[in-house]
């Protein structure tokens, strides 16, 4: 039977196999999806911590501008007195508060900015989850199509050590030249390397799944493909919404700005107990005052200048980004195509080289063909096996790039 011929099939559940020095070890963990391996990287990657981080930044914007005071109030304190030229005993001493106050709209427009702030932090945080994914998927096909190689290697290399074995008890046995024992075993030493040679590339790509996920296993990679009528980016695109919602916060930070025209303004309460003479009666006051900053165009033309140029930038940013994914998503569709019409011709080709090797393998055996023909045959149909599993791992990964492009999670 020819063993080089079994028909790799892409890897959709199997835990990672394990390699020569070091390799990954099967895990429990094999039969769980893509989503449980994002969370897993999304728990290792620096993303989840700028993610909370910006939260907390904004709750905090929040939280100032639902304050009542746009600022912290100041205390004053005075005290005077002529001990130190008349030393007539005049005395006074005054204790103040001053409340900085809220400009008509100021607040609510600080309030509105502070939402769009939340909001962008969560659009963030997404936008940050489907670019990991993005990594997490080419890791994870760039494994299962190795791991396809690797099993094709593996059974050539057993097909050609039982065509080695072989015909070395016919060499034994007078039926073949020595010199076919010799290329028989040298075609195995040659499979062999080429195992050891994919079982390197495996390693490696083991290896950044493992830095990347934190798991010694692939998942089953089950994730729904992309509605072939969806022509268009989903409303609810991850990157969009954070590219929309940026535009949203510059709009409101731009309101604000045309809020805040001058510093806040004080209302001063102060309490003050003087005495004019030596023995003479405390005098007791309460006053108010109102403390009104200028602004003016030195103050006020380069914040809006600058809100305005983070508005224009946001806008820009979002359209730029638009174009760029529909003629990605454009390119992962016909990419698709592309790779399902390969996918099928190496299928064909691989049964017709397969059907080939079999029938030669056959007459080998029968003493109707020679080892140079049946060699030639063997490499024939494992290269196409070979070919097969990496076009079905690139046909994964192209449904796979075609989900990440519409912005879909796993």
Known sequence: MLCCAAQAQTPTAAPMAPVAHGGLAHSGLAHHGLAQALDAAWQRTQAGTEAAAAR??????RLAADSLL?????????????????????????????????????????QAAAASAATLAEADEGASRLQLAGEVREAAWAVAGLQAEAAVAQAQLGYLRDIATDVGRRVQ???????????????ALAAEGALAEVRERLFAAQARWLALTGLDALPALDEAPAPASADALPAGHPALQRAAQAVDK???????????????????????????????AAERSLAFGLRLPFGGDARNRPLAAAAQGELAQAQ??????????????????????????????????????????????????????????????????????AAMARQQAALGLARARLNQISGFLP
């Open 316 to 385: 820009a940013e979002e359209m730029r980004l638009r174009l760029q994914l529909e003629g990605d998503l454009a390119a992962a569709r016909a990419g698709l195509d592309a790779a399902r019409a390969q996918a099928a011709a190496a299928g064909k080709r691989t049964g017709l080289l397969r059907e080939r090797a079999s029938l030669i393998d056959k007459a080998f055996r029968a003493g109707e063909a020679s080892l140079p023909e049946l060699l030639l045959a063997a490499n024939a149909a494992a290269q196409a096996d």
């Open 70 to 110: 746009p600022a912290p109030p100041a205390l004053e304190l005075n005290h005077r007195s002529d001990r130190w030229h008349k030393d007539t005993g005049a005395l006074e001493n005054e204790v103040g508060l001053a409340l900085p106050l809220w400009l008509p709209g100021q607040r609510a427009a600080r």
């Open 250 to 280: 510059a709009r409101r930070e731009v309101e604000v700005v045309r809020r805040d025209v001058i510093d806040a303004p004080e209302l001063t309460v102060s309490y003050r107990r003087e005495v004019a003479e030596r023995g003479a």
């Open 56 to 61: 907390e930044r904004a709750a905090a914007a």
């Open 173 to 187: 046995a007078g039926e073949l030249a020595h010199s076919d024992a010799l290329a028989a075993e040298a075609e």
